[in-house]
């Protein structure tokens, strides 16, 4: 009896201690993660801006789980993949908010004209001869290998045969806003609004439940898109829920129009009074504004794409960007297509940006470093009001990640860190990107998308549009 008093006693202490020791235990297990970064200076663009030297990520599917030091990171995970990032820069994917991708194709075709000439004589009638569907594949396919080249994560994009952009943005692995673009002429794909517009609601219904592309309805802009059709754009969003996207306030040529069609008003007074504007607006351009129009689109919460590149080589003005950023508007940056910048090349539009409003404002303080490379992150996601998910690296949020080799020579040597992202790096000192948890570059080697039969594909089409040139 004694001994069966013993091992019950014994019983009970051992259900007692394992319990909490095997708890203990699994507290000391690492945990799992799918990828592990660490060993770079990691720029986090998070509400403290914080940067962590030596720093780490873990990432778990398509989110970032952990951030921290490198020493701390590896103590608390295991990972299938880990990469190194010693002495590199890790940050987040950078957002370009005003595309229009397919364009590539039409890299240098018309150059040095006023806009109004570059859209109307040279511009629309390319688009009106050669977009189709093959076309818009070809030129997004060598959009998106350029803009994944250059760190470039999340675009923002208006054109025609927009699901054809979706689906090869997808199978790419990118992140976008894309809409179809409504006009009221004949356009490549639709040849009246009202097609356009079903259309748009197809592609809106298809494209809505995506991880990666976030479907939006694009109607062009005031001067080429008559009020009832604005408003007709607008409802429809609204109806779905999605964001609206629209070139805006754009150039003289543009205030001038709706001047004279629209009982003296400006174009964002005009957009304003018919009840257009809302927060889930994406406003490209925005160059003819003072400071109660900028007052209107905060109220309103529209996000505002600013691409400095494109104004100036149209000659279409300076957009008021430091008064924006003072009044705490979403402001971020963007490229414009290829046809009218020449790239898709958001390290160039940061640079360009914070020279141009120094230049203008006669301020050498005004656009510093760190607010252009906020303008390419945090901000350009904003604008696209994507910022709880995308952005910045933070715990929880999408994991579009890139990492930047921070020893080429033209990065030698460094001072400062947001001084040397802005005004010394370059797209190909871009060497990893991650696009919601995947690999998307590896080392500078594309995974998803093939270099040498994109560049075969474009030159084919420059061939077929350079023999009929000749010809004419």
Do not use: C
């Amino acid at each position: 009896m004694e001994s069966l008093r013993k091992s019950a006693l014994l019983l009970f202490a051992l259900n007692l201690v394992l319990p909490q020791s095997l708890f203990a235990l699994h507290e000391r297990l690492p945990k799992t993660a799918d990828l592990l970064i660490i060993g770079g200076t990691v720029v986090t663009m998070d509400r403290d801006r914080r940067v962590i030297e030596n720093g780490a990520l873990a990432v778990t599917a398509d989110r970032i789980v952990a951030i921290g030091t490198s020493q701390h990171l590896k103590s608390e995970f295991s990972a299938k993949r880990v990469i190194d990032a010693g002495g590199r820069v890790v940050i987040p994917g950078l957002v370009n908010t005003h595309t229009h991708i397919p364009m590539t194709l039409f890299r240098g075709l018309a150059d040095d004209l006023d806009l109004q000439d570059w859209l109307t004589k040279h511009i629309f009638p390319a688009e009106a001869k050669y977009v189709n569907e093959e076309m818009v594949r070809v030129g997004t396919r060598l959009g998106l290998a350029e803009l994944v080249r250059g760190g470039t994560t999340t675009f923002n994009d208006m054109y025609y045969f927009e699901d054809a952009i979706a689906d090869e943005t997808r199978k790419a692995g990118v992140r976008a806003v894309l809409g179809e673009t409504l006009i009221d002429f004949p356009a490549p794909d639709n040849k009246t609004f009202d097609d356009a517009l079903r259309y748009t609601e197809w592609f809106v219904s298809k494209w809505k439940a995506s991880e990666l592309i976030y479907p939006a309805v694009a109607p062009h802009a005031p001067y080429t898109v008559s009020k009832e059709h604005l408003l007709a754009s607008k409802a429809l969003a609204d109806r779905y829920g999605v964001r609206v996207h629209i070139h805006l306030a754009e150039a003289n040529t543009e205030t001038e129009f709706i001047r004279q069609n629209h009982q003296g008003q400006r174009p964002i007074e005009f957009v304003e009074n018919i009840g257009f504007l809302g927060d889930k607006t994406i406003a490209a351009h925005v160059v003819q504004a003072d400071v109660s129009e900028l007052e209107i689109l905060k109220r309103r919460g529209v996000g505002i794409a600013h691409n400095p590149q494109s104004n100036m080589k149209l000659a279409a003005g300076v957009a008021p960007v430091p008064k924006m950023i003072e009044l705490g508007l979403a402001v971020g940056l963007g490229t414009d297509g290829a046809a009218s910048n020449n790239d898709l090349d958001l390290w160039e539009e940061m640079d360009t940006a914070a020279k141009l409003h120094k230049l203008y404002s006669g301020n050498p303080k005004a656009a510093s470093a760190k607010q252009m490379f906020e303008l390419a992150t945090i901000g350009g996601a904003r604008a696209l009001h994507l910022e709880s998910e995308i952005g910045s690296l933070e715990v929880g949020k999408r994991a579009d990640i890139v990492i930047v080799d921070f020893d080429s020579l033209n990065q030698t040597p460094m001072y400062n860190l947001y001084s040397h992202l802005v005004y010394a790096t370059k797209a190909n000192n871009v060497r990893t990107v991650i696009i919601n948890g995947r690999l998307i570059m590896l080392d500078r080697k594309l995974l998803t998308l093939n270099e040498d039969v994109i560049k075969k594909d474009a030159n084919l089409f420059r061939s077929k549009v350079s023999e009929d040139l000749k010809s004419h």
